[in-house]
């Protein structure tokens, strides 16, 4: 998976409770981005980052924040997990912003 | 509203024949599209991707059809093998910033 690890791989939560993923690459490239894959709608983009302490929002982004204090760590933060964020979600990695290289996800469960 | 339209839901196709896969966008400023190719529980991983400034673009068994007069883009999998059998999503871009994804074709190719 091109040098991503994602943490943790599997969670279950209770609504309410925030929650933060960790996106880890060591391929020092400058993109990075957050997804979620749910049936039906395939891959939908939440945040990304081109840079260290630069994001924007993706498509769905509500709920959603971000924060990349390295080059390496993109983390996603869920403030207050609701049952719609169930999902897998999917950190990537860019250099060229054309090639994607994807982590191998992490399953949450909101009860 | 789903920026980029992709079918069929689901194919089945005979091992040595041709697989085929249709998307459809709306946004003419979209610039980059790529295939995807997802296998049960990893990431999605770059199968091929072409800009609009080509019609076609082939790499051993994949073929990308494009029609930007149409504003359509096909995925062609000629010679389908077993190991073929993955979901495939299409996806197009702007300038790399914001990636939408369509919502995912299930292949399955039979023996």
């Known amino acids: 998976d091109a040098g991503i690890t994602q943490s943790p791989r599997h969670k279950v939560t209770e609504t309410g409770t925030p929650v933060t993923l960790r996106c880890h690459q060591t391929e020092n490239h400058r993109y990075m981005y957050w997804y979620r894959q749910d049936p039906g709608h395939g891959l939908r983009l939440i945040h990304y980052?081109?840079?260290?302490?630069?994001?924007d929002k993706g498509e769905v982004s509500d709920g959603y924040s971000v924060s990349r204090s390295k080059t390496e760590d993109f983390l996603l933060t869920l403030e207050s997990a609701t049952s719609s964020q169930t999902s897998v979600y999917f950190c990537?990695?860019?250099?060229?912003?054309?090639?994607?290289?994807f982590g191998p996800g992490t399953r949450l469960l909101v009860l | 509203q789903q920026q980029v339209k992709q079918s069929p839901q689901s194919l089945i196709v005979q091992k040595g024949g041709i697989s085929i896969i249709n998307c459809a966008y709306e946004?003419?400023?979209?610039?980059?599209f790529p295939w995807y190719q997802q296998f049960p529980g990893k990431g999605p991983a770059l199968l091929i991707a072409i800009r609009p400034d080509v019609s076609e673009k082939k790499e051993g068994r994949f073929t990308i059809s494009f029609n930007k007069s149409a504003k359509q883009f096909s995925l062609h999998i000629m010679d389908s093998q077993p190991g073929d059998s993955a979901t495939y999503f299409c996806?197009?871009?702007?300038?790399?910033?914001?990636?939408?994804f369509g919502t995912g074709t299930s292949l399955t190719v039979i023996p």
């Open positions: 980052s081109y840079g260290v302490k630069d994001t």
């Open positions: 990537a990695i860019s250099e060229t912003q054309e090639t994607q290289y």
């Open positions: 946004n003419t400023a979209f610039d980059y």
């Open positions: 996806a197009a871009s702007y300038r790399g910033n914001q990636f939408y």
